[in-house]
């Protein structure tokens, strides 16, 4: 792509300004008007933005025309039929596999008053089959 003339910016430059234009990612002002004085002073780059907007338009529509159908009842049972069972599983299986562990540590120092003892538990649980 490119016209051969003296433009601020090049045509490469220009191009990734039209791809994030239709991305709808073109998000700095500056940019924004760089593309559009470019492409007023550039017909190939002008062709380009338009031949890709038009191309974008028509993946829109025939998206569009395809997503219509709508899916029979009978698919829409099935699926809240399999994930109620997934879900009854799930819960099913970490219910089996809770384990607690408890580790208690103890310290015994002896000071000029007597003997004192320190104790402390540490409790984890972990759960597996998720």
Known sequence: MGCGGNHQHSCE???VAILLRID???IDPNL???LTQHCDECPPCL????AHESNVRLIKQ???NTCREEAPESLHERLIAQVQEQADAMEMAASGFTQTFTQT???RSITSDGE???EISHTQEFREGF
């Open 13 to 15: 430059e220009i191009f």
């Open 24 to 26: 709808h990612e073109l």
């Open 32 to 34: 924004e008007l760089a």
């Open 47 to 50: 062709e380009t933005l338009a």
């Open 62 to 64: 025939l998206l569009g």
């Open 105 to 107: 540590f103890m310290q």
């Open 116 to 118: 004192v003892t320190i």
